[in-house]
């Protein structure tokens, strides 16, 4: 039987793929991995991968097939990932997606979620987007705006603002998200396990499609 559930986010930068990913995994109790927060923890604690990654991520492209490889298969064998697990920016080109799977539960049922949003909004949602460094929760300045200024509303933490969240690295992370990771969409629709959902509608619109499209 097919059932254990691996639910793999898509969508350009800043469409809602880690705010989705991490309300369903709440309500699935089953992990969320984003290789994006893998990679910045790695930054941030100046390991020799975190080195090594930096100024690739710093720019807006992306880090090499290999590396992201081991680092997903590895988590994804942990024992936390044996019920389902979701996938957020993971993968992000071919290779990523044949490798992948090849290294997925022998009984896993593979749903492909495409969070779908115009490059001005995403462009828009980005530049007011602030991130808070303890608990992973993503504000939004202008649209989910913290009660307390900068701080987090769940643990008082100040929120930053990710470097890669510059008008300038932007626009090549969504020139790179074109490039190598939309015709993933495809990829997924020809295999009949994508579903696409509006990004562009109230947040928890978006989280009772995703819901759904997940039972
Ligand atoms: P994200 O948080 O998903 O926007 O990822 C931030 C950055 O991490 C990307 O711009 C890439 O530099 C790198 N990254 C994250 N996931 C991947 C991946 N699957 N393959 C290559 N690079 C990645």
Known sequence: MNSIPVVIF????GAGKGTQAAYLSRAKGIPKISSGDMLRAAVHEDSPLGRRVHEIMKNGGLVDDET?????KDRISKPDSSDGFILDGFPRNRHQAEELET???LHGRV???NIQASEEEVVKRIA?????????????????PPADDEKCDLDGTTLFRRNDDSDLVVRKRIMTYKKET???????????????????QPQDDVTHEVLAAVQ
């Open 103 to 105: 290294v997925l539960p």
């Open 182 to 200: 939309l015709p993933l969409i495809d990829y997924y629709k020809k295999k009949g396990v994508l579903k696409a959902i509006n990004g562009v």
């Open 10 to 13: 898509l969508g350009a930068p």
């Open 111 to 113: 749903i492909a979620i």
């Open 128 to 144: 007011g987007r602030r991130n808070c460094p303890k608990c992973g929760h993503v504000y939004n300045v202008y649209f989910h």
């Open 68 to 72: 992201m490889l081991s680092l997903i």
